[in-house]
């Protein structure tokens, strides 16, 4: 397989529910760029797509990571920031929203290899879900099976700003429940079975993080270990990955290694505790913890880069090819209009000549990122920011997914190195920012 030129598509993904508060322009007259990672003057394109990118949506960091065929041939950090001010590494840890989701959809098969469950599973057979007092669950909800949830087709609440968001509703449920904040998962999950389903089963997708939610709520119940211990041997210790790990949501608790999240000037009230105080987005305004298995991970773009690569030649033990398969399968629900569909975890699309691309986004407060496999051309890639413009949630997203994917498809197979970066920077220490 080799890079080739072609035409790339491509869709959006929706991802937590965005603020309306605009973000201030940058004093962008005193940044300056500090580039991190190893040079290849054939893929200096790359760095000039991407910093294009960032100093139009005036992100301070970013990190970006690509692979061919099962190398890691490209590895830079990025910072676009007063003088003085440390750029991520490669290996720098950025939290990853929605992209914890293709993680959470890698562990649930995994269950389903181990014959532990089955996709046609009703989810209430794994977990208890039980109606605030006063109020009834809807009667379908018996129905909904694990495949339905994966696939986000169970009519659960949406996460695109049509309906209230669990996840996003740490107020409203602690009022309903009587509770203090901030409120628990299982708090979540008792005032989301008292509304009814959105939609009917199997007919319609819906964007859903609480339905991640539930699966990393599945995987721990089955499994007998805490979700995030369960991803980490089971997922990522077999395709040698260590180092990611559900995020905390305070920067005094912030990782080693783990960089620094803008907050564009943003402030949101917690929702840690009901003294209604104003804090930066990032830190506080949203619950990272709850987020979890649908969006609470942190890790590297190398990380995700290896994981994308062990989907192209999974080591023993891990997914099958089978299981792949069936994570990329169109629903029955078929397409939508553009050709796409959500299949367990990953966006897909088919090309016209049968090859496919998959691809999952991550949007949070401080946080945008993109991981993509081009399976027909055998390259992946991940590109970690650690800013969102919450008046425009999506618009670096598609700008740096375009920007990625129109270098790719002018970089000819000459360009890029033989060797593979991944042995050096999976040993080493996240980097410093």
């Known amino acids: 397989m080799r890079i080739t030129r072609r035409r790339f598509v491509g869709a959006a993904v929706a991802g937590a529910a965005a603020a309306v508060l605009p973000r201030p322009a940058g004093a962008q007259g005193t940044n300056v760029w500090t580039t991190t990672g190893q040079a290849v003057s054939s893929l200096a394109a790359f760095d000039t797509a991407i910093q294009g990118v960032m100093q139009k949506w005036t992100i301070p960091g970013g990190a970006f990571a690509l692979v061919v065929e099962g190398r890691l041939v490209y590895a830079r950090g990025y910072g676009w920031a007063p003088a003085g001010t440390a750029a991520p590494m490669p290996t720098s840890l950025f939290r990853i929203a929605s992209l914890s989701k293709p993680i959470t959809a890698t562990a649930l098969m995994l269950l389903v290899q181990q014959g532990l469950l089955s996709l046609s599973d009703p989810i209430v057979q794994h977990l208890s879900l039980t109606p605030p007092p006063g109020a009834s669950a809807d009667p379908r909800l018996s129905q909904v099976t694990l495949l339905q949830t994966a696939q986000m087709t169970a009519g659960f609440p949406a996460s695109d700003g049509s309906t209230a968001d669990p996840m996003f509703s740490d107020q409203a449920i602690a009022q309903a429940l009587n509770v203090p904040l901030p409120v628990t998962v299982p708090?979540?999950?008792?005032?989301?079975?008292?509304?009814?389903?959105?939609?009917?089963?199997?007919?319609?997708?819906?964007?859903?993080?609480?339905?991640?939610?539930?699966?990393?709520?599945?995987?721990?119940?089955?499994?007998?270990?805490?979700?995030?211990?369960?991803?980490?041997?089971?997922?990522?210790?077999?395709?040698?990955?260590?180092?990611?790990?559900?995020?905390?949501?305070?920067?005094?608790?912030?990782?080693?290694?783990?960089?620094?999240?803008?907050?564009?000037?943003?402030?949101?009230?917690?929702?840690?505790?009901?003294?209604?105080?104003?804090?930066?987005?990032?830190?506080?305004?949203?619950?990272?913890?709850?987020?979890?298995?649908?969006?609470?991970?942190?890790?590297?773009?190398?990380?995700?880069?290896?994981?994308?690569?062990?989907?192209?030649?999974?080591?023993?033990?891990?997914?099958?090819?089978?299981?792949?398969?069936?994570?990329?399968?169109?629903?029955?629900?078929?397409?939508?209009?553009?050709?796409?569909?959500?299949?367990?975890?990953?966006?897909?699309?088919?090309?016209?000549?049968?090859n496919q691309i998959s691809l999952h986004n991550g949007s949070l407060p401080g946080t945008t990122t993109i991981l993509e496999r081009d399976i027909s051309s055998g390259a992946s890639w991940a590109l970690m920011f650690n800013a969102r413009n919450e008046s425009d949630p999506f618009g670096s997203y598609t700008d740096a997914l375009n920007a990625v994917r129109g270098v790719i498809a002018q970089t000819g197979p000459s360009a890029v190195p033989s060797g593979d970066l991944f042995p050096e920077l999976l040993a080493a220490a996240p980097g410093s920012i």
């Open 187 to 354: 708090e979540i999950m008792q005032w989301t079975t008292g509304r009814p389903l959105a939609s009917a089963l199997g007919t319609a997708y819906s964007y859903s993080d609480y339905g991640y939610l539930l699966l990393g709520q599945v995987i721990q119940a089955v499994s007998g270990m805490p979700y995030e211990q369960f991803v980490q041997q089971h997922v990522f210790a077999p395709i040698g990955v260590s180092g990611p790990q559900i995020g905390y949501p305070f920067q005094n608790e912030a990782l080693p290694g783990e960089v620094t999240y803008d907050d564009g000037g943003v402030m949101r009230p917690t929702v840690y505790s009901s003294s209604g105080q104003l804090v930066p987005y990032p830190y506080g305004g949203f619950n990272i913890g709850n987020a979890s298995s649908a969006g609470g991970w942190v890790a590297s773009a190398v990380h995700l880069a290896k994981l994308a690569a062990s989907y192209d030649n999974p080591p023993p033990g891990w997914l099958t090819s089978a299981s792949i398969q069936t994570m990329l399968a169109e629903p029955s629900l078929g397409a939508d209009a553009q050709g796409f569909w959500y299949g367990i975890g990953w966006l897909t699309t088919k090309l016209a000549n049968g």
